[in-house]
């Protein structure tokens, strides 16, 4: 069984430096209880994997705040303004890349693929480099992407891409199972499963604790280590990006 009492419990093991996959697309399924049991427990100089960063406030947006955050490789900076100038004024390292790239080399973590090719990128900055990844306080780049390694597959030009694996990773489940089986619902399928699969050590916040059909199982039980259950008040916790009203 690998239920866990308490989201400090969980997180317990997340030390400073660590390299953390997190779950999530926009706010929908972000592992939010596990991040601000993170945040309490004053973990720092993180290196997070992720679509994006949450938002100014919510999400991992939390832990950018309270400057825990070191280095980020994700697809999308989103609504988070202190993201954006963290980066800009040379605070925070991002890695930037092609979302459906960045899905796939978290899933090849996982799957223990090294490395693959794709045509995402060629042509561009991601094949050639000098993307800045790190600015200085001035504004120039103290930090760039290196070039990749382009091989041709029947005359088209592919780039190399490495696998992901991290030390840890969050992810947030509609339902699972106290061996780890879970299921996502709608958009929180899009990166949380990929992600769990790149921890060396995944920790699953679900929202109801059940039994499951193996037919309806999304990922596996071989993924997960640790499985936090939410309360009710935590389960309908659910914020949305932007809220888009019209007359």
Same mark, same amino acid.
């Given at each position: 069984?690998?239920?866990?009492?308490?989201?400090?419990?969980?997180?317990?093991?997340?030390?400073?430096?660590?390299? $953390?996959?997190?779950?999530?697309?926009?706010?929908?399924?972000?592992?939010?209880?596990?991040?601000?049991?993170? $945040?309490?427990?004053?973990? &720092?100089?993180?290196?997070?994997?992720?679509?994006?960063?949450?938002?100014?406030?919510?999400? $991992?947006? #939390?832990? *950018?705040?309270?400057?825990?955050?070191?280095?980020?490789?994700?697809?999308?900076?989103?609504?988070?303004? #202190?993201?954006?100038?963290?980066?800009? !004024?040379?605070? $925070?390292?991002? =890695?930037?890349?092609?979302?459906?790239?960045?899905?796939?080399?978290?899933?090849?973590?996982?799957?223990?693929?090294?490395?693959?090719?794709?045509?995402?990128?060629?042509?561009?900055?991601? #094949?050639?480099?000098?993307?800045?990844?790190?600015?200085? &306080?001035?504004?120039?780049?103290?930090?760039?992407?290196?070039?990749?390694?382009?091989? #041709?597959?029947?005359?088209? %030009?592919?780039?190399?891409?490495?696998?992901?694996?991290?030390?840890?990773?969050?992810?947030?489940?509609?339902?699972?199972?106290?061996?780890?089986?879970?299921?996502?619902?709608? !958009?929180?399928?899009?990166?949380? @499963? %990929?992600?769990?699969? !790149?921890?060396?050590?995944?920790?699953?916040?679900? =929202?109801?604790?059940?039994?499951?059909? @193996?037919? =309806?199982?999304?990922? %596996?039980?071989?993924?997960?280590?640790?499985? *936090?259950?939410?309360?009710?008040?935590?389960?309908?916790?659910? %914020?949305?990006?932007?809220?888009?009203?019209?007359?």
């Amino acid at each position: 069984m690998k239920i866990v009492g308490t989201a400090a419990e969980a997180v317990a093991g997340i030390g400073d430096g660590a390299s $953390l996959a997190v779950g999530g697309f926009g706010l929908a399924g972000v592992p939010a209880v596990l991040i601000k049991a993170l $945040l309490g427990q004053g973990t &720092s100089g993180l290196h997070v994997v992720s679509n994006n960063c949450g938002t100014d406030g919510h999400g $991992l947006g #939390e832990l *950018l705040a309270a400057g825990r955050i070191s280095r980020v490789t994700g697809s999308y900076v989103g609504q988070n303004k #202190e993201f954006a100038r963290q980066y800009l !004024a040379g605070e $925070l390292e991002v =890695e930037l890349i092609p979302q459906g790239t960045l899905a796939e080399r978290l899933r090849a973590g996982g799957c223990g693929i090294p490395a693959f090719y794709t045509r995402a990128g060629v042509g561009t900055l991601v #094949e050639e480099g000098g993307l800045p990844w790190r600015y200085r &306080s001035d504004g120039s780049v103290a930090v760039a992407s290196p070039p990749k390694e382009v091989r #041709e597959f029947d005359g088209v %030009p592919y780039i190399l891409e490495h696998g992901i694996r991290t030390d840890f990773a969050l992810v947030r489940a509609a339902r699972g199972d106290i061996h780890g089986n879970l299921v996502f619902a709608k !958009a929180a399928r899009n990166f949380n @499963p %990929p992600a769990a699969m !790149a921890g060396r050590v995944t920790i699953a916040e679900v =929202e109801e604790l059940c039994e499951l059909d @193996p037919e =309806e199982v999304h990922l %596996p039980g071989v993924f997960v280590q640790k499985v *936090l259950a939410l309360d009710p008040g935590q389960a309908a916790d659910k %914020p949305i990006e932007r809220r888009t009203v019209r007359s």
